[in-house]
């Protein structure tokens, strides 16, 4: 069973920075890509960034030059800095992963992990 955990979320100022994580653990074979969401109440949840395992990056206009995503797939990590935070940015952040079960897989499944509250806020 795969598990997606999350980690690093908070309050923040606004300006200020933070660094999610997102450890993922389980039987899999290899990440294809991993990216995180965020929602708020009443609203739909929304791509904040996205990389791919080869390090291919894509971001939502709202957060460009803002923040950014890497990987370490070694690790099984993916991890989200955020710098230049606004109010706006207040949501809970999901950490989200395709991941291959074995080497013969053609194709990957998605999973999600709990999501972990991120609050900008003076």
């Known amino acids: 069973q795969v598990q997606l955990v999350e980690s690093g979320g908070g309050l923040a100022q606004p300006g200020g920075s933070l660094r999610l994580s997102c450890a993922a653990s389980?039987?899999?074979?290899?990440?294809?890509?991993m990216g995180w969401y965020r929602q708020t109440p009443g609203k739909q949840r929304e791509l904040v960034a996205s990389?791919?395992?080869?390090?291919?990056?894509n971001y939502d206009n709202s957060v460009k030059g803002r923040f950014t995503i890497s990987i370490d797939n070694a690790k099984y990590m993916a991890y989200l800095q955020m710098n230049i935070l606004k109010p706006e940015d207040t949501a809970v952040y999901y950490c989200?992963?395709?991941?291959?079960?074995?080497?013969?897989?053609?194709?990957?499944?998605?999973?999600w992990g709990q999501g972990t509250q991120v609050t900008v806020s003076s």
């Open positions: 389980g039987y899999f074979f290899r990440i294809a890509s």
């Open positions: 990389i791919t395992a080869g390090g291919n990056a």
């Open positions: 989200n992963a395709d991941l291959y079960a074995t080497m013969y897989s053609p194709s990957s499944d998605n999973f």
